[in-house]
């Protein structure tokens, strides 16, 4: 079975700008949840969507937002680019239907570099 | 809130040593628990979870121990070997329905020949 899958793998933008980042779930896969790593703030959570609805959401700033499609394909976009969004972009999937199956499966992640 | 304590790095130890990495976390409820780990340029990898007290998860000659007596589920194994060289993350889910992973700082293993 394929894993998850994350495009594009590097990313530079310039500050102003804005990203759109893709995530393909493993095949059966509702749940998509997407985090921000950064050597200094580690792993934090931005959101999840389940069934195309957004079920959770961690504590960024409304300038970062996503959207999950009935395939449960996910993308998030941030808009304004700002030099503090350079990080790793990890997506994850999981089949969010009980708490014995609730593991999380990671991509291998984008790295978005903001100039 | 929920909260994830690791023990700080880095940790080097040579190849066939016993390797202890600590794990304390604070969390409503009954959390399930697990253990990450993520090489060089990658995203990360489930290593072992467990989902309710005593429970014991192992992948890979690697074990943890859910213990809600005093909140904790450290990472073991008996023997490591220079492929183990990584960063290890420990990481909670409060409960069903509520996906969302809250991770320790991550401890970055170096195993030395």
């Known amino acids: 079975k394929a894993g998850v899958t994350q495009t594009p793998r590097y990313l530079i933008k310039t500050r102003g700008q804005q990203v759109t980042l893709s995530c393909s779930p493993i095949?059966?896969?509702?749940?998509v949840s997407w985090y921000q790593q950064t050597p200094g703030q580690g792993l934090q959570f931005l959101f999840e969507y389940f069934s195309e609805t957004q079920r959770n959401k961690g504590n960024f700033p409304g300038r970062f937002s996503g959207r999950q499609f009935s395939n449960s394909r996910s993308e998030m976009n941030v808009s304004t680019l700002e030099l503090g969004d350079s990080a790793l972009y990890l997506c994850?999937?999981?089949?969010?239907?009980?708490?014995?199956?609730?593991?999380?499966?990671f991509g291998p992640g984008t790295r978005l570099t903001v100039t | 809130g929920d909260s994830v304590t690791q023990m700080e790095g880095p940790v080097t130890l040579s190849e066939e040593a016993f390797l202890t990495i600590n794990c304390t976390y604070t969390a409503t409820g009954y959390p399930s628990l697990f253990w990450y780990v993520q090489y060089p340029g990658e995203g990360l990898q489930l290593l072992l979870k467990?989902?309710?007290?005593?429970d014991k998860g192992s992948n890979k000659g690697f074990e943890a121990t859910y213990r809600k007596e005093t909140t904790s589920f450290h990472l073991e194994k008996g023997s490591v070997q220079v492929s183990d060289s990584a960063v290890y993350f420990c990481?909670?889910?409060?409960?069903?329905?509520?996906?969302?992973?809250?991770f320790g700082t991550g401890t970055r293993l170096t195993i030395i020949p």
């Open positions: 994850a999937s999981s089949l969010g239907l009980s708490r014995d199956n609730n593991e999380q499966y």
């Open positions: 467990a989902t309710k007290a005593d």
């Open positions: 095949s059966g896969h509702r749940s």
């Open positions: 990481a909670l889910s409060s409960n069903f329905g509520n996906e969302k992973l809250t």
